[in-house]
Structures are given as structure tokens and as C-alpha cells.
């Protein structure tokens, strides 16, 4: 068996991985004292999370070594896979999917439960990006646009119905690798147009229609009423109360937005925060092993200890900004920005949820937030990335040498 070459793997990624790591384990260790009361064990929640951690990791060791024109193949058959489990969670009654808090995002095969919108996001971005990577003219634009467009429309259409802020994610995402790609902005601005037009439509309708007269909506969008409520209550928009009292009324709804606002604040009285170990807020905030991780973050380790981590996201971004500038493989650099601005946007989102700048999305914090398949499905993101930079180095390498042996195989010429 050849033993693998570690002499041009991706350490600035690998030392990013491993820190996010060792927050996720503290953070974690902080965050799940509800769990652990439930399970009557301080090591079985982390156990179960530490044992995706360490599938992660070897998956994102052997990843990158997988040639990316074979991760690129691969995306088109995971698609295929994702799309169909993504659109089996619309299938009334269906005995593989689990509903979770009223949302049918869940999948169970074979005893193992899992989100496809997970494995949408990745298949989606490797497929658009190669797509886009086969423009060669001008006249091509129009044509790998309308192509990468239908393919989204189709994947995102069953997520929006259990999930808008992950079809939003996506969108956005894809919006990116349209204008790395050089799509004429007449489309991409017109097709940015209508999907404002029709998301400030739908608001519209469910809002007067469903929301305000307290009438329940049914069919595959009736958890629109639970977005449009979450965005009224984020705007504290209240037909009995003004918004400065309504703001401070603890209910079911806005549980998590009160005691996340209390664990930034006591956060915020110091640089350090209240130390790990020391929250109180982690026993009243709902799922602050999840969604609302960042929170308990901010208020441990204070505006020192969340700005790094803020800090661990970007640098993934800068990253891979960094070294695509130097790629001339175009599916490899478009590849590489997807995934990059997937983990790094979708990071930014979950963080401004939990500090109160947005209504409540269920995004969770990448690699941090508790959920095997979410730690799985970023490890995966961090193999692909780290592999690309480990072909594109040792490809330089064989370019250069190619080069210097061309040079001394010239003929010497001298002038008399």
C-alpha cells in the first residue's frame, strides 16, 4: 500500500480545522448541560459527538487525496442521491422520514438519521461549479447559466419547503459562483429581481392571509406561517402591544432570542467573558448545543474569544481567496470558492442570529453546533478544499521542474 504524501498538504487548512475542533470540544462540553441531565451522563452526549468528530477527520484525511476530476464526477451521482432523499421528505407519510419541531428534514436509513439538504448543498455547489467551469465563449455564458439556474431551481425547490434560510444560503452561494464565473449581470441581477419579488410576495400573502387571521396553512409550505411569524417577531411587529413591551415578554416563541440576549450580555461585561464552565444561561437557553452554540461562545469567552472565532471563519475564506488566485484550473478555483464561501456565509448567519441581528434560522454553526450530520458534511468541505490545494501545489511542482530540467537540456551558446 503506497504510504500518502504529507509533504504538500494543506497546513493552513489543517491548522484551521483542528482549531475549530477544539472549540467545537469546549464549547460543547459547556453547552450540553441539558443533555446531560436528560441522559444522566456527563460523557454520553459528547462521546456520541466526539465519535462524529473523529469520523470527520478521517474522512478529511482520506478526501484529500481523492483526485478533484473524481470529487467532481462524484457531485453529479450525490446529487442525483440528495435530490431524490430531499424530495422524499415532501411525500406525505413517509416511513424514512423523521419530523423534528414540525420540520420533515430528516431522513432515517438503516437506523441512521440525517439531513439530504446537507448533502444537496455540497453535490449542488461541485456540479454548479463545474458546469460554469465549461464556459469557453461568450455565447456559452447564456447557455451554462440557464443550465446551473434549472439545476438549482429543481434541487432548492423541496429544501425551501421545509427549510427557506438554507434555499436562501444556497441561492446565495450560487450567486457568487455566477459572478465569479463572469455571468453577465443582466442575468444574474434579473434573476436576484424575481426571486426578491417573489419571496416579499409570498410574505405578503401568508402573512394577511394566514398569519394575522391565526388561520393554519397546509401542504408542503405550511411552515411558512413559522418563518413569517419569526421574521414579524425579529421586526417586533404585534397588533396588541407596542414593540418595546412586546419585546420583553418571555413566550414560547421568543424563548431563544431572551435568554441568547442574556448570555451576550453577560458575555459582553468583560473581554473574557464569564469563563468556560460558567454559563448559566446554557440550562435555560433551548438547544444552546445547537443552533444558539455561538451565544454560550460569546458569553464564556467574551469579545476576545467569539472574535477569534469569527476570526477561524474568515480565514477559511481568505484562504481560499489566496490560493485561487494562483490556480489555473478553473472548476478547481470555482469549486474551492463555493465551498469556502458555503462553510464561511453560513457560519456569519448562525452568529448573527445568536447576537439578535436576525430572525431565527435553525443554521448551525459549522463544525461547532451539535449534529453528526452537519460535522460529517463539513469535514467533507474541508477534505475537498485541503485536496485541491494539495493537486494544485504538487502540480506547480511538476510545472517548475518540467521547466528547470528544459533549461539545463538547452544548448549552450556562445558568442565568439
Not at 480545522?17 to 456527563?42: D, K, M, Q, R
Not at 440550562?283 to 464564556?300: N, S
Not at 472548476?331 to 452568529?351: D, E, K, N, R, V
Request: proline share 5%.
Amino acid at each position: 500500500m503506497k504510504k500518502p504524501n504529507l509533504a504538500n498538504i494543506d497546513r493552513t487548512y489543517w491548522w484551521l480545522f483542528a482549531l475549530l475542533i477544539a472549540v467545537a470540544i469546549i464549547a460543547l462540553f459547556s453547552a450540553s448541560s441539558t443533555l446531560v441531565y436528560s441522559h444522566h451522563s456527563a460523557l454520553g452526549p459528547i462521546g456520541q459527538q466526539m465519535f462524529f468528530i473523529v469520523l470527520g477527520v478521517i474522512a478529511a484525511f482520506g478526501i484529500q487525496y481523492i483526485p478533484s476530476y473524481w470529487v467532481r464526477f462524484g457531485g453529479y451521482a450525490l446529487l442525483g442521491l440528495s435530490t431524490l432523499l430531499v424530495y422524499s421528505t415532501m411525500i406525505p407519510g413517509n416511513p424514512l422520514v423523521v419530523t423534528i419541531n414540525g420540520a420533515a428534514r430528516w431522513v432515517r436509513i438503516a437506523g441512521i438519521t440525517f439531513q439530504p439538504s446537507e448533502l444537496a448543498k455540497l453535490s449542488l455547489i461541485i456540479v454548479v461549479a463545474d458546469q460554469l467551469a465549461r464556459i469557453k465563449s461568450e455565447a456559452d455564458k447564456s447557455k451554462y447559466f440557464y443550465r446551473t439556474l434549472i439545476i438549482a431551481a429543481i434541487v432548492m425547490l423541496p429544501i425551501m419547503a421545509s427549510n427557506l434560510s438554507t434555499a436562501v444560503l444556497i441561492g446565495l452561494i450560487i450567486f457568487c459562483l455566477w459572478v465569479l464565473a463572469r455571468i453577465p449581470w443582466k442575468y444574474t441581477l434579473s434573476v436576484v429581481g424575481i426571486a426578491i419579488v417573489a419571496l416579499c410576495l409570498g410574505y405578503a400573502i401568508v402573512e394577511f392571509g394566514f398569519v394575522r387571521p391565526g388561520r393554519p396553512m397546509h401542504g408542503p409550505f405550511k411552515r411558512a406561517t413559522t418563518w413569517v411569524s419569526r421574521i414579524d417577531r425579529h421586526l417586533s411587529i404585534s397588533n396588541d402591544q407596542s414593540p418595546i413591551t412586546n419585546k420583553y415578554v418571555l413566550t414560547d416563541e421568543n424563548i431563544q432570542e431572551v435568554y441568547a440576549s442574556v448570555a451576550i450580555a453577560r458575555g459582553g461585561a468583560s473581554p473574557l467573558g464569564v469563563l468556560p464552565g460558567n454559563s448559566k444561561e446554557r440550562d435555560y437557553l433551548p438547544l444552546a448545543f445547537a443552533d444558539y452554540i455561538f451565544a454560550i461562545i460569546v458569553e464564556e469567552s467574551g469579545v476576545l474569544g467569539s472574535g477569534f472565532v469569527i476570526f477561524l471563519y474568515l480565514a477559511i475564506l481568505f484562504r481560499a481567496c489566496n490560493i485561487s488566485s494562483r490556480y489555473s484550473d478553473m472548476p478547481a478555483m470555482l469549486m474551492t470558492m463555493g465551498l469556502a464561501l458555503m462553510i464561511t456565509c453560513q457560519a456569519l448567519i448562525s452568529m448573527l442570529v445568536a447576537v439578535g441581528l436576525g430572525p431565527v434560522t435553525g443554521q448551525p454553526l459549522p463544525l461547532i453546533s451539535r449534529g453528526g450530520t452537519s460535522v460529517l458534511i463539513t469535514s467533507i468541505y474541508f477534505g475537498i478544499l485541503m485536496g485541491v490545494s494539495r493537486e494544485q501545489t504538487e502540480l506547480r511542482e511538476r510545472v517548475n521542474l518540467t521547466r528547470e530540467e528544459s533549461a539545463e537540456d538547452a544548448p549552450i551558446v556562445t558568442l565568439e
